[in-house]
Each structure stands twice: as structure tokens, then as C-alpha cells.
């Protein structure tokens, strides 16, 4: 039945469509200046796209990608490491905290104090999620780095399935930290 309907038809009831909809108050200049940086970029760049190929898929897709990027660089900073010598200098408990994931991998490896530490080192994980292998692949590098220094680390606190998968894949990644 659609196909009987003229083309010129059904591009006017999308026009109107998309004009009812659309919340004109978010592409007013006060508003994008006040939107976080990262989701006006998503606008332009889904927009861009789907103008400049005239084809809406393409536009989605892009947008979609370009979003991605933007929340994994986001959340690549959230996962926080505190450490806490105790009283008598012989073990330090660094307390991760947050998802651990592709993007916070590298941040994770620079929150240590390799040289510094006494020999034994004990990383309390109850308050982090392990989410794939580029974390545990970390994990094995923090692991490396102070075996390299003659020091004992334990791994603590892993939830269910984050425990599950370190098991699975510690000490078979290769540490390229």
C-alpha cells in the first residue's frame, strides 16, 4: 500500500514530522554553548554525515561511533587508585575503585609507585569491576613490574565474575606496560 502513495507525499509527512518533533531549543547557540562539548560534537557529526553522503544510516552510524569514542574517553579516568602504607612500612593496600576496562587500562598501570613501595603489595579490588582481558592484561603488568623489583603482590576483593574471568586470563596476556 505504501508504494501506491506518491513519494512527494510521504516526503512531506516526514518534513512535517521532523518539524513537530524536533526540539528547536537544542540547536539554539545558549543552548550548545552550555551542552557538554562531547554531545554538540555528536550532533554536528551525525548531522554532517548524514548531509554530506545524503544518507540518514551513515549519519546514525558515525554519530554512533563518534558517541562511543566520547563516553569511553569519559570514563577512562574514573577508575582511581589510593594507597595506604600501613604503620609499620612493610606492606602498602592500594584500594581500586571504579570499571576497568580498554580505556582505563593505561591509567590504571601509572597509579603505582613501583620503586617506592615496600615488597609487599596488596591491591584491594572489592570496590572495581574487571569488564575484559585489557584489564587483566594490566593487572598482569602491575604484577610484572614489581616481580621485576622483588616484590610480592596479592590481588584481592574481585567480585564473582570479575575473579571468574581474572583466573581465566591472568598470566596467559602478554604485558606490554
Sequence with gaps: MVSDIP????VAIMVLVTVSTFDWHSVHPATLRR???GETLVMVVTVGCAVA???LAVGVIVGSLTAMVIFARRVAH???????????GDQVVYAVTGE?????????VAQFDYANDPD???IYL??????????????????????????????VGLNQPSAALHDKLAGR???GH
Design 173 to 175: 596476556l602478554t604485558t
Design 100 to 108: 576497568l576496562f580498554f580505556a582505563s587500562s593505561n591509567d590504571l
Design 53 to 55: 553522503t545524503h544518507n
Design 7 to 10: 513519494m512527494a507525499a510521504l
Design 78 to 88: 574514573l577508575a582511581q587508585v589510593s594507597g595506604v602504607l600501613d604503620p609499620d
Design 35 to 37: 551542552m557538554p562539548v
Design 126 to 155: 572489592s570496590d572495581a569491576h574487571i569488564w575484559d582481558a585489557s584489564s587483566v592484561a594490566s593487572l598482569d603488568a602491575i604484577e610484572h613490574k614489581y616481580r621485576r623489583r622483588g616484590k610480592q603482590v596479592t590481588i
Design 120 to 122: 609487599d603489595v596488596v
